[in-house]
Structures are given as C-alpha cells and as structure tokens.
C-alpha cells in the first residue's frame, strides 16, 4: 500500500518564520509534488520534482522554495511565511511514467498568524 | 473560460440515489481523465482513472468520458453515507512524464441516512 506521509498535520507559524513542511513517500517513486488547496481556488501546483536534486516550478512558486536530497524526502520551504501562505498543503508522488497513479499525503494545515 | 469546470454543489441526496457528478473542460488535448475523493481533512484519493472517451465501471461507480462534447462524468449507484466527500476530476495531456495534472475545484457531495 503506498504511503505519502507528512509528518506535520497541524502548524501555527508566526509571519516572517522559516516553515519547512516535510514528506516522505515509501514506495521508490521518481516524481513528488507539492500542491497547496484552498476553497474557491481548488488544487495549485507549486512545485515538482522528477529525480533527487531536480525541481520545476509550478503554478504558484512563488514565497517558496523545495528540497530533494534523497528519493523518498521532498521538502517545502516557506522562507519568509506569510498570511496568504495559510492554506493545506498536499504532498504527493507517482512513478517517473504513471501520471495517472498520483497518490496524496493527508495534508499539513498551516495557519500563519 | 476556464480549463476545468466543476459544479461546486453543494449537493445532498438520501441513501441510495444515484449519483451524477460533471465536469466540462476547453483543452481538447486532454487525454487523461481521473476522478479522485476527498473527505474532510483528508487528501484526495484516486478513485477511477479513463483513458480518452468511454465508460469505466467499478463496483458502483461508473466514469464516463466524451471528448466531442468535452465532458467528462463519474456515476454512484446506490449511494451510501460513506460517499459523502468532495470530488475533483483532474485531467492531463500525457500519461507519462508530464507532470501537469489540470483539477477542477471539486463538487460537495452528501449523502444523507
């Protein structure tokens, strides 16, 4: 059974902090995704990684920034966090050639206050 | 116009209705079309994928593809309680390494007892 695991379900983080929000996925997939999901606005992409040490922008890259130093770990990094970066964050993953087989963290609520 | 339209409901039927869930889309490169389920603080999950236009059933759902009409659909025979999540269509060009998945906002479903 794949397993995409966010390890922080629930953060309050002050305007101006460093966030890191961490995934780790354990079925030796090559592509990782962050997404943020807000209502009205419905699923973004913020960034995607098909291999260790790549990265591609998304839809809204911008206020963040990504880390892939091992297969299994993609990190977000909320440098300077912001109020408009409250949100829920979606981590997911899929094989190199599977678009179709995405598969989704349970999700890290941010609130920045 | 958007590339993906989605009634964002909210809709509420009694147990055992049958469900028609929709989603229209302009890109007619799409190829790849999933439906995914998504209950509350949780992340979505994939629930059907299609492959250009046809029908797909499984169990009691049912995905409905038309590309002439650009119109996608996913049916739930005899609903219970337990479907009562948002549902998000999601659609893409390729089904390979191409990351870029195109969601609808997802549509409110109850289910009521």
């Known amino acids: 059974d794949v397993k995409v695991t966010q390890s922080s379900r629930y953060l309050v983080k002050r305007t101006g902090e460093k966030v890191f929000l961490e995934c780790v996925q354990d079925m030796d997939h090559e592509n990782m995704f962050w997404y943020r999901q807000d209502p009205g606005l419905g699923l973004r992409l913020i960034y995607f990684s098909y291999d260790v040490k790549m990265k591609e922008k998304g839809d809204i890259p911008e206020g963040y920034s990504v880390s892939r130093e091992k297969k299994e770990r993609f990190s977000l990094i909320l440098e300077s966090a912001s109020t408009n970066q409250t949100s829920m964050y979606l981590c997911?993953?899929?094989?190199?050639?599977?678009?179709?087989?995405?598969?989704f963290g349970e999700g890290s609520w941010l609130t920045v206050v | 116009q958007k590339e993906v339209e989605q009634d964002p409901g909210p809709l509420s039927v009694p147990e055992g209705a049958i469900v028609s869930l929709n989603c229209t889309y302009s890109?007619?490169?799409?190829?790849?079309f999933m439906w995914y389920r998504q209950y509350s603080r949780k992340g979505p999950e994939l629930l059907m994928y299609t492959y250009s236009s046809g029908n797909k059933e499984d169990g009691r759902f049912t995905a409905q593809v038309d590309k002439s009409s650009k119109y996608i659909s996913l049916f739930i025979r005899d609903s219970q309680p337990s479907d009562s999540a948002t549902y998000l269509c999601a659609m893409s060009q390729t089904g390979g390494s191409n990351y870029k998945l195109t969601f609808g906002k997802g549509t409110l479903l109850t289910v009521n007892p």
């Open positions: 997911a993953s899929s094989l190199l050639e599977s678009l179709n087989t995405i598969y």
């Open positions: 890109n007619s490169a799409f190829q790849y």
